[in-house]
């Protein structure tokens, strides 16, 4: 597809989505999972019968998981300070992609996910409601963050509470962006510890990807990473003098860039052999020329949403072996999508209390093993977001992992495991088609 054809397509899907969204005002809501026969189910369901169960946690907190749908349910949560590729936008406008995000947890992982956007701007005050939620969720879903204060609020939350928090725009990002990126090797035919990479953007995604790089095998050294004011290396004195509050930055810049090299994009992509770019939405970000200059049979991911730094077909013209974005109506889908559901299938089904790196790594290699080896192909790094295995596979490898460095509350065998979230995914989106062909969403 020329790339004037794949603006006009991408300005023809923002118009189509603003009419649905006014038509249907959002795209969750909450239905009842129990039968109400009469007005009689109500003294079970609620007083005088609730009281039962009440008192049953009081005496076991535990039991919170038996008796309520804590053990299914999470936060999706976010100030709204960088959605997507759009930036600062505030808690509002963050909140139709919360809902999105609601939506791909029900459907794609059976998991009953609660948008909150919240109007808090400094890390303390959100660290402290978030902790307070922990009552009432199975999980947390930090989201649209921005950074350093990310950093902060992940750490300070993972430390602190019992339950499984994680910023899909970290460990989410990276896990897709890492399983796509093994098959893309594999489809090339090079090796993840004998490639250069380029990292465009040092945010959130590319610094936890830098940290899921380092854990598969690729060379530190040979990593070239660049913000927005240019390739980071030990000279970047900017960012030792902003430490604690950059130490990311600053761990990036004493272990990679092996050769020293300096100067902003373009010089980050010369002779790489992979870019892989988490910046603001383009296009433009990066330029045609400078992916003629990569590698051989270079590899491209431009994974800003909605509009990714370069369009695709530029780049492919520009000598791109495979190109990657964020965007499902262009080919290989990278996108988080792949990933989260099935993830927190798998910590929700053993009660875990944490998501690790490990953990993520799990699934990102169960994820690239989701594509059938006679469909890898340059168009075909990844498997479609409909693909109905890939949830219940990546929850299990999760799940796995969380049970093997014990974080797991309860304890289930790989089958098991299989047959639970594969019933618990196969009800969410039977659930949706009943209420569609009954016209009830039309």
């Not at 998991?111 to 009432?136: G, H, K, N, Q, T």
């Amino acid at each position: 597809m020329p790339a004037s054809d794949q603006r006009g397509e991408a300005a023809r899907a923002d118009a189509e989505s603003l009419r649905l969204h006014a038509r249907y005002r959002g795209k969750v809501q909450t239905m009842p999972k129990c039968p109400v026969n009469g007005l009689d189910d109500f003294n079970v369901w609620y007083s005088p019968g609730v009281a039962a169960p009440c008192r049953e946690i009081r005496s076991n907190a535990d039991a919170v998981y038996s008796y309520t749908n804590k053990g299914n349910c999470i936060a999706v949560v976010s100030d709204g300070s960088r959605v997507l590729g759009l930036g600062d936008i505030g808690p509002a406008a963050g909140l139709p992609v919360m809902e999105g995000k609601a939506l791909l947890f029900k459907y794609l992982g059976g998991v009953d996910a609660v948008p909150l956007c919240l109007s808090v701007s400094d890390p303390e005050s959100l660290i402290a409601v978030v902790r307070a939620l922990e009552p009432s969720f199975g999980g947390i879903n930090l989201e649209d963050i921005a950074q350093p204060k990310c950093f902060r609020i992940l750490g300070a939350l993972r430390d602190s509470m019992n339950i499984p928090v994680w910023h899909d725009d970290q460990q989410g990002s990276a896990a897709v962006a890492v399983a796509g990126l093994l098959n893309a090797l594999r489809v090339v035919g090079k090796e993840r510890g004998r490639v250069r990479i380029a990292l465009i953007g040092m945010g959130a995604a590319n610094y936890a990807t830098y940290r899921l790089l380092k854990a598969v095998g690729v060379d530190p050294g040979s990593i070239v990473a660049c913000d927005s004011t240019g390739i980071l290396h030990r000279g970047r004195a900017d960012i030792e003098a902003r430490q604690p509050a950059l130490d990311h930055k600053w761990r990036v810049c004493c272990e990679t860039n092996a050769d020293g090299i300096v100067g902003g994009i373009a010089e980050t992509m010369r002779g790489a052999d992979v870019c892989i770019a988490f910046t603001r939405s383009g296009p433009g970000i990066i330029a045609p020329e400078w992916v003629k200059a990569m590698a051989a049979d270079a590899i491209v991911f431009a994974s800003a949403n909605p509009v990714p730094e370069i369009w695709p077909q530029d780049a492919t013209n520009a000598g791109a072996a495979i190109v990657a974005t964020g965007r499902g109506d262009f080919p290989n889908q990278v996108n988080n999508a792949l990933v989260f559901p099935g993830i927190f299938r798998g910590v929700l089904d053993v009660r875990a209390r944490a998501i690790s790196d490990e953990m993520a790594i799990a699934a990102a290699l169960e994820l690239a093993g989701c594509v059938d080896e006679n469909r890898l192909g340059r168009d075909h790094i990844l498997p479609p977001l409909n693909d109905p295995m890939v949830a219940p596979r990546v929850a299990v490898a999760t799940a796995m992992k969380a049970q093997e460095q014990g974080f797991a509350r309860i304890t289930l065998t790989r089958a098991a495991l299989l047959v639970s979230a594969s019933a618990t995914i196969r009800a969410a989106r039977q659930a949706t088609e009943t209420l569609m062909n009954a016209e009830l969403i039309s």
